[in-house]
């Protein structure tokens, strides 16, 4: 049985740039949902709450007793620390020019893929115009090249 997941084979590049992607995502999402708290629940709230129900002498019983006090709100200790684990990440993707490499990487496909289709095309002897809408039909997919997906 499998609880928290499996080894995925992947380049460490391509899961450090995923990680900064998705902790991006995270404090997208977190910083929207703090900006919808009121101030002072930055701070103040219910750090306990307890439910009762059932019966006693008295009978039935159904009671929520909630303790408020001062702290920090979860959702922002949270945000802080997403937000230091993407300035982590961002950084050190940076600093071994991750993102970088991979846009070389994508450059060289795309020559790559520009003299495939130049030789591919050459024995058919097609007018210029012809090529250049060949060029313009696949231009939307060169990213599969790079390792995408298709949308259609």
């Known amino acids: 049985m499998v609880t928290y997941g499996l080894p995925i084979e992947t380049d460490p590049g391509d899961a450090l740039l995923q990680l900064v992607a998705l902790?991006?995502?995270?404090?997208?999402?977190?910083?929207?949902?703090i900006?919808?708290?009121a101030p002072e629940a930055l701070t103040w709230g219910a750090s306990r709450r307890s439910h009762?129900?059932?019966?006693?002498?008295?009978?039935?019983?159904?009671?929520?007793?909630?303790?408020?006090?001062?702290?920090?709100?979860v959702l922002?200790?949270?945000y802080h620390r997403e937000r230091d684990l993407l300035r982590r990440t961002a950084t050190d993707a940076a600093r071994l020019g991750i993102a970088k490499?991979?846009?070389?990487?994508?450059?060289?496909?795309?020559?790559?893929?520009?003299?495939?289709?130049?030789?591919?095309?050459?024995?058919?002897?097609?007018p210029q115009d012809q090529?250049?809408?060949?060029?313009?039909?696949g231009a939307p997919h060169l990213h599969l090249l790079a390792g995408g997906f298709s949308a259609g």
Do not use: C, M
């Open 131 to 137: 090529i250049r809408e060949v060029i313009r039909a």
């Open 23 to 33: 902790s991006a995502g995270h404090v997208a999402w977190l910083a929207q949902e």
């Open 101 to 126: 490499k991979k846009l070389e990487l994508a450059e060289q496909a795309g020559e790559r893929a520009g003299e495939f289709l130049r030789l591919a095309l050459a024995p058919l002897r097609l």
């Open 52 to 73: 009762e129900a059932g019966y006693n002498s008295e009978g039935r019983v159904d009671v929520t007793t909630e303790i408020e006090a001062s702290g920090i709100n």
């Open 76 to 78: 922002l200790e949270i």
């Open 35 to 37: 900006r919808q708290l």
